[in-house]
């Protein structure tokens, strides 16, 4: 077992923030970096500070702003969340996400209620100062809280953001404050060359908020030469080592920490807070990437869903779908499909080829009936199926209807009727807003001994997370069983079915939470194990 270093008292503050353009992947680098300082025995948690004005992502469009990562205590959150999770392997809270919205909100509320004593509320001090209550609220519990400032440097709304920052290396020293800025270094190729001047502008623009940055992380698509990093280093006065080119890598994010690793990425930084290199084991992470890059079986696995246009909206089941892939020595190959592109008549064609179908989750109407025609098609083709959340409320609809004779079976979410074998949790009836109110976070379940579910987790009782209104009515559940269906997962008092499972088809299985949510790098998520696990058997009984 890994030795935990001696507890650092002073806890040291690493704020990651971005230049030049989005997406160069600070939440990736944050995970990363995270991953290997845990790795050399310290104590790490991270943070994500949005800088937009909702007060959270839940009533984003996915197509917009990805997926919504809850976590256990019920807060819906950033995507990148998920990313530091699946690489520190430990669950967070939703004190590890703000936003502007939040703040703001905050502010606002206490000033109403009289808490600013008459005072003028601006952004410096009070929008300023309850960002830095969110930034240090970890304080004297963790070694290194990595805080991550989304949008790019430069951003008008992220600037009160910047300040904060700036006002906590101040207050706290340069001796446990690190900056980190991530930044772009182009390829022009009518020139054939790097160009750094992106790079100066962005480093230029962050000093004159008052933050001058002790690492600089290079993306780039070709490495950094030797003349490049001095130059670097000389207009961006930080130190030459600390000039770190981060190419992409080739086949998987998972590199990344091993990269950071070949780089001396964490030596550095604990050499400039002055702590001690205690040893470090990536031993099982390069087990695990080796089998990503390298495996021995391949299967091809569909998600259906509306969203489909823009991968990151099923970001954690990808990412699941990776770990189960390595775990399973086999590349999982993932084909994203419209669900309203998908009918009866065709659900063949576009299907037959095939090793497993998932269904994910979604809100709304739209796309609904491909889904059912997907489930039906998986269900008499004995092509293993996973519904999550309303991919397990369809596969309820489509059995209801095909199975136990009910064609107007349907969910109150769509339409009202006498066959809503999908309802509204009872305890949502009174709902008017929508944002934060769904079933939220982490709940108990029972599994039934003798069931598929029960043999993938190998316990009977389990924790997941939910983010949904619906569930399937207890009117319906007895005719259900009746014809085949099993209940094999309920809440503990047995008033909720969380999932179903139909034990004459190789695999089909319907969850009501979201298991890709506590999918961790190398140790992956019992379901989805075992589906990639189905999956391919039917891949090797084909060939």
Known sequence: ?????????????????????????????????????????????????????????????????????????????????????????????????????????????????????????????????????????????????????????????????????????????????LNIHLTYVPYIKAAGELKTKPTQHSVKLLMEFGIRPDVLLCRTEHKLTKELRQKIALFCNVEENSVIDVVDVDATIYEVPMMFAGRELEKIILNKVGLPLNELDISAWKKFVDKIKSPKYEIKVAIIGKYTKYSDSYKSIIEAFVHAGSINNCKVAIELIDAEEINKDNAASLLSELDGILVGPGFGQRGVEGKIASIEYARTSGIPYFGICLGMQCGVIEFARNVCKMPEATSGEFEANDYCVIDIMEDQKSVKEKGGTMRLGAYPCVLKKDTLVFKAYGEENISERHRHRYELNNKFREVLEQNGMVVSGTSPDGSLAEIMELPDHPWFVGVQFHPELKSRAVTGHPLFISFVKAALKRRNEKS
């Open 1 to 177: 077992m890994k030795k935990e270093a001696a507890y650092s008292k002073q806890t040291k503050y690493i704020f990651i923030t971005g230049g030049v353009l989005s997406s160069l992947g600070k939440g990736i680098a944050s995970a990363s970096l995270g991953y290997l300082l845990k790795q050399r025995g310290y104590k790490v948690t991270i943070m994500k500070f949005d800088p937009y004005i909702n007060v959270d992502p839940g009533t984003m469009n996915p197509l917009q702003h990805g997926e919504v990562y809850v976590t256990d205590d019920g807060a819906e959150t950033d995507l990148d969340l998920g990313h530091y999770e699946r690489f520190l392997g430990y669950s967070l809270s939703k004190k590890n996400n703000s936003t502007a919205g939040q703040v703001y909100f905050e502010v606002i509320t206490k000033e109403r209620k009289g808490h600013y004593l008459g005072k003028t509320v601006q952004v410096v001090p009070h929008i300023t100062n309850e960002i830095k209550r969110r930034m240090t609220i970890f304080d004297g519990e963790y070694d290194f809280i990595l805080i991550e400032i989304g949008g790019t440097v430069g951003d008008i709304e992220s600037l009160p953001f910047l300040e904060a920052q700036r006002q906590i290396g101040l207050e706290r020293g340069h001796a446990n404050v």
